[in-house]
């Protein structure tokens, strides 16, 4: 039997917007992630300090050390790895799965179609409107840096992590290296 610890970690963003990375780990790992404009008062296991962005709160179980470790490098555009041992991908076909692998060689800084990413995938260009179904439903947002990928015209498209600003803050962030 597996015990459920549950954690969150906040991030100061322009603008006053919050990005919030809640965790809740069971078996694996599961991530949800949303911009706010103010601290969650839900939020379990982390107080939240004016200053923000401190990671002094965040549970420290063995994965989530290296969690911590990755969304730190991610913020500082450096890129970064995390063991799918402890990642559920259990509500993912295997092509989709493929697609997130896919997705991981876009390097950080760098932005690609949906329809380069179905190349790097192994598909053809046709199968864009798959990619973004996969983008819009990718459950590790910033382990497999969704916001990488844009439209073919150069307009950056949607974000399931917090829309079209915070897509916009993750490229700026990794351009910055």
């Keep these: 039997m597996h015990t459920t610890k549950e954690s969150a970690i906040s991030?100061?963003?322009?603008?006053?917007?919050?990005?919030?990375?809640?965790?809740?780990?069971?078996?694996?790992?599961?991530?949800?992630?949303?911009?706010?404009?103010?601290?969650?008062?839900?939020i379990r296991k982390i107080e939240w300090e004016k200053n923000g962005g401190d990671f002094s709160e965040f549970e420290a179980i063995e994965p989530l050390v290296s969690l911590k470790?990755?969304?730190n490098?991610?913020?500082?555009?450096?890129?970064?790895?995390?063991?799918?041992?402890?990642?559920?991908?259990?509500?993912l076909s295997p092509?989709?799965?493929?697609?997130?692998?896919?997705?991981?060689?876009?390097?950080?800084?760098?932005?690609?179609?949906?329809?380069?990413?179905a190349q790097i995938a192994g598909l053809t260009p046709s199968h864009a409107r798959f990619i973004g179904n996969v983008m819009a439903k990718n459950p590790f947002l910033l382990l497999f840096p969704c916001h990488r990928v844009i439209q073919k015209n150069?307009?950056?498209?949607?974000?399931?992590?917090?829309?079209?600003?915070?897509?916009?803050?993750?490229?700026?962030?990794e351009r910055r290296k």
């Design 11 to 42: 991030l100061n963003l322009k603008k006053n917007k919050i990005l919030l990375i809640e965790s809740v780990f069971s078996k694996n790992i599961s991530l949800s992630v949303q911009l706010t404009d103010s601290p969650p008062y839900l």
């Design 69 to 71: 470790q990755s969304l």
């Design 95 to 117: 092509k989709e799965i493929t697609v997130l692998h896919a997705l991981k060689s876009v390097p950080c800084g760098k932005t690609v179609s949906y329809q380069e990413l």
């Design 73 to 91: 490098l991610a913020l500082k555009a450096l890129p970064f790895d995390f063991p799918d041992d402890y990642l559920d991908f259990s509500s």
């Design 154 to 173: 150069g307009s950056l498209g949607n974000y399931s992590g917090g829309g079209q600003e915070i897509k916009k803050i993750l490229l700026e962030i």
